[in-house]
């Protein structure tokens, strides 16, 4: 079961504990956006329809956009509320390993998960006519996970009593998800390639311009 349909699940529950008509409107709120993050993963930005979601929430097309506003406003609210979900998911992954390769690998990994579960938004995000429209969005995107592998970095080499100068570990940085991100899109002509193929693969590529930097830098991997 995907973290989205779980997500859309506890929502609805929550949803029926009240009697209709009487649901809070933080709690539908809730819902609505739980159902429209699983409507645009299985859909994309295009096929997504305003009617459609206010099916599944089982309200008026008017409550729909008294909760969330208009499609461009309620996909806008999804990304960032998935992006923030992408960071916390890499960060916890990578909490439990202690070694550079191993956190790289966990990371890779929840990273290809993620997008797996989220192949049409991040589509209509970063590939297309539609990426266009939400080029402020898809900076956040980067925006955040561009702090999150810096943070990643700067504190591996403070844990071997290394110090790096910030513009050699911001380069890095760029460079790392540049590289996750255009294989993610790349990825997304290759769907038959599992999340673990694909987490393998970047870290089989990634670890030795690495460790090749981290000679360059007198580091210790």
């Known amino acids: 079961m995907s973290t989205t349909h779980s997500a859309v699940q506890k929502a609805t529950a929550e949803v029926e504990a009240y009697p209709h008509g009487r649901v809070p409107r933080h709690i539908r709120e809730k819902q609505v956006l739980a159902l429209a993050e699983e409507l645009f993963a299985e859909k994309g930005f295009t096929a997504a329809s305003m ?37 916390v998911q890499i960060a916890e992954a990578v909490s439990h390993q202690s070694e550079p390769i191993s956190q790289l690998r966990a990371g890779s990994l929840a990273f290809f998960k993620f997008i797996d579960e989220h192949r049409q938004s991040w589509n209509a995000l970063f590939v297309g006519d539609v ?9 956040s995107v980067r925006k955040q996970q561009f702090d999150l592998v810096a943070g990643l970095l700067e504190k591996a080499t403070k844990d071997i009593g290394t110090q790096v100068e910030y513009k050699f570990l911001e380069g890095t940085a760029h460079a790392v998800n540049g590289a996750f991100e255009a294989i993610a899109v790349w990825w997304w002509e290759h769907p038959e390639l599992s999340c673990e193929v694909m987490s393998e693969w970047m870290v089989a590529l990634l670890v030795p311009g690495l460790t090749s930097l981290s000679e360059f830098l007198n580091i210790r991997p």
Not at 54 to 79: H, N, W
Request: hydrophobic share 40%; net charge negative; proline share 2%.
């Open 131 to 139: 990426a266009s429209s939400f080029s402020t969005e898809a900076e």
């Open 51 to 87: 009617d459609e979601l206010a099916l599944r929430a089982g309200v008026s097309k008017p409550v729909i956009y008294d909760l969330v506003g208009s499609k461009e406003e309620l996909f806008k609210t999804c990304i960032a509320r998935a992006s923030g979900e992408l960071k």
